[in-house]
């Protein structure tokens, strides 16, 4: 009998049962065999991931280790630092890209259009993997530092899958999920061996992290020591070493204590050429100001790494982290300024100081981390398509429909005009 006769009496018996049994009854489906299957007929019966099945990678994305897969070219990494005994209060952010990954698995190819930005980054031109971890020691911070430079410095050198287009996209590009703050000064290194510059850095942060060594308790240590690599001075260091561009770069989010009894701690910011945005500046600048602050300072051409401290986001909003800071931003507002942001030529991101011991239940922290993530991906994504000439401009479908001068159908006063829309008019 030909397979396809066969199939039509299935199909036959199949529809016969259907009549029998009605819907609720669940009939056994009949499934032809796997067989001979082709990979296209296998991936659509089985490939799709739900939220909560599948094992856990960054966005269910493919995982490779990376560094021991030299062969594997890619254009987005996303990339775990889990190293956390630099921290001077919290330790626990070695378990920040675990957590960071699990608040990711609502985040998928098939649902992951972002509509602030009129396109999917997970079904989009780059290739993007979930290249796992670099193990990094716990005991030897020299080491680890060492190890850390040594895998960023790898991946970034390679050469991206899409090497040839956009043509400024040579290597690939990683975002990063700490671990502690100090993650930040491997990737700095890395980055300036590979663009061959110094880069800009948009840090978004409770606090400066410009700090000078001697700014902790040192008595034990009068010269250079591993103990002045921490997660509060790694940018002191990366200017030391001149990885930073001069007057370019911006914290963003301020509202630390300082030390002593005066401002010296700024005065010694201002030599490290950050501009100073405070949180409480949002209340005067907004949201818009604080993005146009932020791109006039840097531009849309100077190569830039961006870090973030999820400690920006308010410990009302994000507790789950290694210095909690109260009267930070919302994690709305944060989102919103990474959206105004987007025009940035990023080479690089973290997120870092992701503690969960210290987060709700719920994985709010994560949850945040995570979503900040996927506008990373986004921005990356679409300033590639902008570049490779192939981004189109979209608009939602009745974007601020609220503001409209039209009138809901079969109204004529402006407060039934504000009514919701009906579910068929959606
Ligand atoms: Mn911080």
Not at 360 to 368: I, Q, R, V
Request: hydrophobic letters at 35%; one cysteine or more; glycine letters at 10%.
């Amino acid at each position: 009998m030909k397979a396809n006769t066969l199939l039509g009496l299935l199909g036959g018996a199949l529809a016969l049962a259907d009549q029998r049994t009605g819907f609720y009854n669940n009939p056994e489906p009949l499934i032809p065999s796997t067989e001979g299957a082709s990979t296209e007929e296998l991936e659509a019966r089985w490939g799709t991931d739900w939220g909560f099945s599948g094992i856990t990678t960054f966005a269910h994305l493919k995982h490779t280790k990376c560094l021991v897969s030299p062969d594997e070219l890619f254009d987005i990494g996303i990339i775990g630092i889990p190293f956390d005994t630099a921290v001077t209060y919290r330790p626990g952010a070695r378990f920040g890209p675990r957590a960071i990954r699990a608040a990711s698995a609502r985040q998928t190819s098939f649902r992951g259009f972002n509509h602030r930005a009129g396109l999917n980054p997970y079904a989009s031109w780059p290739v993007i993997l979930d290249c796992g971890d670099i193990p990094v020691t716990p005991f030897d911070n020299a080491l680890a530092l060492h190890q850390m430079t040594s895998g960023y410095l790898e991946l970034v050198s390679r050469k991206a899958y899409n090497y040839e287009n956009p043509p400024s996209h040579k290597h690939p590009k990683l975002i990063t999920l700490g671990g502690d703050h100090s993650i930040a000064l491997p990737a700095l290194r890395a980055l300036n061996q590979v663009y061959g510059k110094p880069v800009s850095v948009i840090h978004f942060d409770a606090h400066l992290d410009t700090w000078h060594p001697g700014k902790y308790p040192s008595t034990w240590a009068n010269s250079p020591t591993q103990a002045d690599f921490t997660h509060g001075s790694m940018f002191w260091l990366a200017r030391q070493e001149g990885l930073i561009a001069n007057s370019t770069s911006v914290h963003a989010g301020l509202r630390t204590r300082l030390s002593g009894e005066d401002y010296s701690d700024y005065e010694d910011d201002d030599q490290q050429g950050f501009l100073r945005i405070e949180a409480d500046d949002i209340e005067i600048l907004g949201v818009e100001g604080v993005v146009r602050a932020i791109m006039e300072r840097m531009g849309t051409e100077n190569p830039v790494y961006l870090s973030v401290d999820i400690d920006v986001i308010d410990p009302g909003l994000a507790p789950g982290t290694g210095t909690p800071e109260v009267g930070g931003w919302t994690s709305r507002e944060m989102i919103q300024i990474l959206r105004g942001i987007d025009g940035l030529n990023l080479v690089g991101a973290d997120i870092v100081e992701v503690a969960p011991a210290y987060d709700m239940t719920g994985e709010s922290t994560a949850l945040a981390a995570a979503q900040l993530v996927f506008e990373m991906v986004t921005s990356m994504v679409k300033r590639g398509l902008q570049d490779r000439g192939e981004y189109i401009e979209r608009v939602p479908p009745r974007k601020n429909w609220f503001l409209s001068s039209e009138k809901v159908v079969g109204t004529d006063d402006s407060v039934s005009s504000q009514k919701p829309l009906k579910h068929d008019e959606i």
